[in-house]
């Protein structure tokens, strides 16, 4: 940041917004402001990132009640910590009650089931939200700037934390079509954030709402030939405008720019 400062270089992905995006409170207020629908949550802050009056957390068998607001089991527990990837998942006594551990891949493994884990944790500060029943997909989206995007489906972690893998051994992933809804939310993130190149996760809920549940600088496609292609193309023509200042027309359809997934373009206003 004091680099960019001092040389003041064409900045792709804004660096203050990216303290931002390391802390999931700050990111969920960031959506908020900016109109984009999120689970129903809460946090207990114990790092003082918060200030303001203390703190309360009181636990019960089905549900607790963090500063007030009320969240029944099942819901999730995350770390404010974006970069920590230890997610829990508490469920209801009459589903068996116990919680399930989220994880970075372990092989073919992303999460564990306790029987017997019925605590919340109590040794940092977290946020805890609704938990969104999503038939067992989650939804991945790679944004290039405010009009391209590239999504995918995968299995979610929280169903069985069996990774499904291809037979080149990668995460089998589904190209998905965007809704407009999520065409919009995307153009929302993009200027929240100021992040030309950012990833985040959508929630597709029975009834039709897309929920944002996290935000991330930085994020690409493992395996897209087509989106690279679109990517290098969509930056460069950036960086050249960056060169030689003139009005700047983002690319739109037939040039490589759309909100979609899967290999084939559509543009936010086609």
Not at 38 to 64: K, V
Not at 83 to 98: L, Q
Not at 215 to 234: E, H, I, M, Q, T
Not at 245 to 268: C, F, K, V
Request: charged content about 30%; proline content about 5%.
């Amino acid at each position: 940041n004091e680099y960019a400062s001092l040389r003041r270089p064409y900045v792709l992905n804004d660096l203050r917004r990216q303290y931002v995006l390391r802390d999931r409170r700050k990111v969920y207020e960031a959506l908020a402001r900016a109109g984009v629908p999120t689970p129903r949550h809460a946090a207990i802050s114990r790092d003082g990132g918060e200030g303001g009056p203390p703190q309360t957390l009181e636990e019960f068998d089905d549900y607790i009640v963090v500063n007030g607001v009320r969240l029944e089991k099942p819901f999730v527990e995350k770390p404010v910590d974006a970069d920590d990837h230890n997610v829990h998942i508490y469920y209801p006594m009459a589903a068996g009650g116990g919680s399930k551990r989220l994880f970075r891949k372990v092989d073919n493994k992303s999460s564990q089931y306790y029987a017997d884990e019925h605590k919340v944790r109590r040794d940092g500060s977290y946020l805890y939200e609704e938990f969104v029943d999503t038939q067992g997909t989650d939804v991945k989206v790679y944004a290039v700037g405010p009009y391209y995007g590239h999504a995918e489906a995968r299995k979610s972690p929280a169903l069985d934390g069996i990774v499904m893998r291809g037979d080149d051994g990668k995460e089998l992933r589904y190209p998905v079509i965007l809704s407009w809804i999520e065409k919009d939310i995307a153009f929302k993130i993009y200027h929240a954030f100021k992040q030309t190149v950012c990833g985040f996760d959508i929630l597709r809920t029975h009834d039709g709402k897309t929920l944002v549940c996290d935000v991330n600088g930085w994020s690409f496609v493992k395996k897209s030939r087509k989106y690279y292609d679109d990517c290098a193309a969509l930056l460069a023509e950036l960086m050249e405008h960056r060169r030689a200042p003139q009005p700047l027309s983002l690319p739109r359809q037939g040039s490589g720019a759309s909100l979609r997934g899967g290999d084939t373009a559509e543009s936010l206003d086609a």
